[in-house]
T-cell receptor, first 117, second 117 residues
Framework: AQKVTQAQTEISVVEKEDVTLDCVYETRDTTYYLFWYKQPPSGELVFLIRRNSFDEQNEISGRYSWNFQKSTSSFNFTITASQVVDSAVYFCALSVYSGAGSYQLTFGKGTKLSVIP | GAVVSQHPSRVICKSGTSVKIECRSLDFQATTMFWYRQFPKQSLMLMATSNEGSKATYEQGVEKDKFLINHASLTLSTLTVTSAHPEDSSFYIC?????????????FGPGTRLTVT
């Protein structure tokens, strides 16, 4: 069975601070994909980043960066110079093959980020 | 590209009535679609997986007779909540898995907020 743990329930930061959201996952599959999604108050899920299990290269995309470490089963996400518009709930998710050509997503419980002006 | 729509975005219905939610992939074909439910301040929980032309696969604890899923075409899946009760009030989100080699991708709809009075 798959499991995603986001230990931080809520985080508050002051605007322009950097913030890191933690994610730890569990799976026995050797091929899997990891995602971060943002869910603003409107409810619509916004895709942020994806990483596959064979690519541990960490990258920076604008104000977003991520740190994928298979050795610790962690996939942390950092927002640099946070802005008020970053306030949302952030979900980490794990995708593994579930048969019949499809993959199934397992979500963490989410971390609510509040950026204070 | 990869746009998924849901209709309606909000619905209020009386207890005992049925309500149908549509999920459409607008610019791609989706062999597989997923239905999630999200209660306030909680994560997304997978309800069922539907494959075009076959019966849906329901997750443990989800009542098949209450949540009827029909995946009639490669671009449309419907979720019908039958004999709705106040405890069925929730945010329902669908996602679609494109019928391509990138089957690990899921594109999410904007969600439908159901309120049963």
């Amino acid at each position: 069975a798959q499991k995603v743990t986001q230990a931080q329930t809520e985080i508050s930061v002051v605007e322009k601070e950097d913030v890191t959201l933690d994610c730890v996952y569990e799976t026995r599959d050797t091929t899997y994909y990891l995602f971060w999604y943002k869910q603003p108050p409107s409810g619509e899920l916004v895709f942020l980043i994806r990483r596959n299990s064979f690519d541990e290269q960490n990258e920076i995309s604008g104000r977003y960066s991520w740190n994928f470490q298979k050795s610790t089963s962690s996939f942390n996400f950092t927002i640099t110079a946070s802005q008020v518009v970053d306030s949302a709930v952030y979900f980490c998710a794990l995708s593994v093959y579930s048969g019949a050509g499809s993959y199934q997503l397992t979500f963490g419980k989410g971390t609510k980020l509040s950026v204070i002006p | 590209g990869a746009v998924v729509s849901q209709h309606p975005s909000r619905v209020i219905c009386k207890s005992g009535t049925s309500v149908k939610i549509e999920c459409r992939s607008l610019d791609f074909q989706a062999t597989t679609m997923f239905w999630y439910r999200q209660f306030p301040k909680q994560s997304l929980m997978l309800m069922a997986t539907s494959n075009e032309g076959s019966k849906a696969t329901y997750e443990q604890g989800v009542e098949k007779d209450k949540f009827l899923i029909n995946h009639a075409s490669l671009t449309l899946s419907t979720l019908t909540v039958t004999s709705a009760h106040p405890e069925d009030s929730s945010f329902y989100i669908c996602s679609a898995n494109p019928s391509t080699s990138r089957s690990y991708e899921q594109y999410f709809g904007p969600g439908t907020r159901l309120t049963v009075t």
